[in-house]
C-alpha cells in the first residue's frame, strides 16, 4: 500500500511494503510465501509473531493469558487488556503475570492454563468480604476473595435453557438464523432446528444482535472488544419479567418439575437445586410458598409454578457468579 500524504488519498506517496513492526520482530522479518490462494501475509505476521524464545512471542503470551484471566476473575492482571505497553496499567501481580505466560509460551496448552487457574485457591475462593480485606485492599485488586459479577448475556440465556431443561445439544453445524420480527425483536424461531441451542450459535449481524443479549451487555460485532461492560437497568428486569423467551422457560422448567416430583414440598427444593444449586432457606422456603399459594388463586397451580421458576431465574443467586 503506498504511504498517503498528509493522509489524502488523492496524493500517493512510496509504497510501503508488509514487515512486522520493528518494536516487536527485534530485525527479524520473515518473508511472506505467496500462493495462488494468497499472498501470505498473515501467516508470515503469525510465524513471525510466535518465534521462539522472541520478545514477541512472550508479548503474545502476556496478553492472552490476561484475556484469560480477566475471563475468569472480570479483570485481568493488567486491567487494560488492550494496552499492555508503557501507556496502560501496572499488573497487580507481575512475577503471576510471567509465571502465567511462559506456562503458556512452554507448548502454548491453553486447556492447561485453563485448567491451573480453575485450580488455583484464587479461584475456588468464596465472595464473602473479610474486615481486613476490607481495610487492605477494598477495591480486591490482590484477589482476597473471589470477586462477585454477574455472567454473561450467552451464560444467562444458556443457563436457563439449561435448569429448563430444554437446551438443544448442537456442537457443530451451521449457525442458527435470527430474524428481526414486526415488533423489532430479533431472536431466533425456537419451533426451527437449532432454535434452542447454545448462543454461540446464534447469526450476529453487526447492527442486528439478538435482542436478549443485547439486553444483557452482549458486544456489538461493529468494534472490537476486549472488555465488555457490564450494567443495570431497568430493560433487563423488565425482560426476565415480560419476555416470551423467560416467560417459555418458566413454564419449561415447572412442566419438568411437576413431572420429576408430585410431592410440593420437595419440588419447592428441586426447583430451587436445579436454578440455584442449594436447597432454600427457612425464610426463602416460607416466601416461596406464600407466592405459590397467592398466585395460585390468580393463576392457577400450574400457572403459579411457572411464575415460581422464572422468578428463581431472575433472582440475583441465579444471575451473579460467588
Given at each position: 500500500?503506498?504511504?498517503?500524504?498528509?493522509?489524502?488519498?488523492?496524493?500517493?506517496?512510496?509504497?510501503?511494503?508488509?514487515?512486522?513492526?520493528?518494536?516487536?520482530?527485534?530485525?527479524?522479518?520473515?518473508?511472506?510465501?505467496?500462493?495462488?490462494?494468497?499472498?501470505?501475509?498473515?501467516?508470515?505476521?503469525?510465524?513471525?509473531?510466535?518465534?521462539?524464545?522472541?520478545?514477541?512471542?512472550?508479548?503474545?503470551?502476556?496478553?492472552?493469558?490476561?484475556?484469560?484471566?480477566?475471563?475468569?476473575?472480570?479483570?485481568?492482571?493488567?486491567?487494560?487488556?488492550?494496552?499492555l505497553g508503557v501507556s496502560g496499567a501496572r499488573p497487580s501481580n507481575l512475577a503471576?503475570?510471567?509465571?502465567?505466560?511462559?506456562?503458556?509460551?512452554?507448548?502454548?496448552?491453553?486447556?492447561?492454563?485453563?485448567?491451573?487457574?480453575?485450580?488455583?485457591?484464587?479461584?475456588?475462593?468464596?465472595?464473602?468480604?473479610?474486615?481486613?480485606?476490607?481495610?487492605?485492599?477494598?477495591?480486591?485488586?490482590?484477589?482476597?476473595?473471589?470477586?462477585?459479577?454477574?455472567?454473561?448475556?450467552?451464560?444467562?440465556?444458556?443457563?436457563?435453557?439449561?435448569?429448563?431443561?430444554?437446551?438443544?445439544?448442537?456442537?457443530?453445524?451451521?449457525?442458527?438464523?435470527?430474524?428481526?420480527?414486526?415488533?423489532?425483536?430479533?431472536?431466533?424461531?425456537?419451533?426451527?432446528?437449532?432454535?434452542?441451542?447454545?448462543?454461540?450459535?446464534?447469526?450476529?449481524?453487526?447492527?442486528?444482535?439478538?435482542?436478549?443479549?443485547?439486553?444483557?451487555?452482549?458486544?456489538?460485532?461493529?468494534?472490537?472488544?476486549?472488555?465488555?461492560?457490564?450494567?443495570?437497568?431497568?430493560?433487563?428486569?423488565?425482560?426476565?419479567?415480560?419476555?416470551?423467551?423467560?416467560?417459555?422457560?418458566?413454564?419449561?422448567?415447572?412442566?419438568?418439575?411437576?413431572r420429576a416430583e408430585t410431592d410440593p414440598v420437595r419440588r419447592m427444593e428441586?426447583?430451587?437445586?436445579?436454578?440455584?444449586?442449594?436447597?432454600?432457606?427457612?425464610?426463602?422456603?416460607?416466601?416461596?410458598?406464600?407466592?405459590?399459594?397467592?398466585?395460585?388463586?390468580?393463576?392457577?397451580?400450574?400457572?403459579?409454578?411457572?411464575?415460581?421458576?422464572?422468578?428463581?431465574?431472575?433472582?440475583?443467586?441465579?444471575?451473579?457468579?460467588?
Amino acid at each position: 500500500m503506498p504511504l498517503l500524504k498528509r493522509g489524502n488519498p488523492k496524493t500517493p506517496g512510496e509504497p510501503v511494503p508488509p514487515h512486522m513492526p520493528a518494536v516487536l520482530a527485534r530485525g527479524m522479518q520473515p518473508e511472506p510465501r505467496r500462493t495462488d490462494a494468497t499472498p501470505g501475509r498473515r501467516l508470515a505476521l503469525a510465524n513471525g509473531l510466535f518465534v521462539r524464545g522472541s520478545p514477541q512471542e512472550g508479548l503474545v503470551a502476556r496478553v492472552a493469558a490476561n484475556r484469560v484471566w480477566q475471563h475468569y476473575f472480570g479483570t485481568g492482571l493488567v486491567s487494560t487488556p488492550d494496552n499492555l505497553g508503557v501507556s496502560g496499567a501496572r499488573p497487580s501481580n507481575l512475577a503471576l503475570m510471567d509465571a502465567l505466560a511462559a506456562r503458556l509460551a512452554s507448548g502454548w496448552d491453553m486447556k492447561g492454563l485453563h485448567r491451573d487457574i480453575l485450580l488455583s485457591a484464587a479461584f475456588r475462593q468464596a465472595s464473602t468480604p473479610r474486615e481486613e480485606g476490607l481495610r487492605i485492599d477494598p477495591s480486591n485488586r490482590l484477589l482476597w476473595r473471589f470477586p462477585l459479577r454477574r455472567l454473561d448475556a450467552e451464560s444467562i440465556r444458556d443457563g436457563m435453557l439449561a435448569v429448563a431443561g430444554v437446551l438443544d445439544g448442537k456442537a457443530s453445524g451451521p449457525y442458527v438464523p435470527t430474524p428481526r420480527a414486526p415488533d423489532g425483536e430479533v431472536a431466533p424461531d425456537e419451533s426451527q432446528p437449532g432454535g434452542l441451542a447454545r448462543a454461540i450459535f446464534l447469526q450476529s449481524r453487526r447492527t442486528q444482535v439478538p435482542t436478549f443479549l443485547q439486553t444483557f451487555d452482549a458486544p456489538s460485532i461493529v468494534f472490537t472488544c476486549t472488555r465488555r461492560a457490564t450494567t443495570t437497568m431497568p430493560l433487563q428486569s423488565l425482560a426476565q419479567l415480560n419476555s416470551a423467551f423467560c416467560v417459555r422457560r418458566g413454564r419449561d422448567m415447572a412442566s419438568l418439575l411437576k413431572r420429576a416430583e408430585t410431592d410440593p414440598v420437595r419440588r419447592m427444593e428441586a426447583a430451587f437445586v436445579r436454578a440455584l444449586g442449594r436447597r432454600p432457606t427457612p425464610e426463602e422456603r416460607a416466601a416461596a410458598g406464600s407466592f405459590l399459594e397467592g398466585q395460585s388463586a390468580l393463576r392457577g397451580d400450574d400457572g403459579a409454578w411457572a411464575d415460581l421458576c422464572q422468578s428463581l431465574m431472575a433472582s440475583n443467586a441465579f444471575l451473579y457468579l460467588e
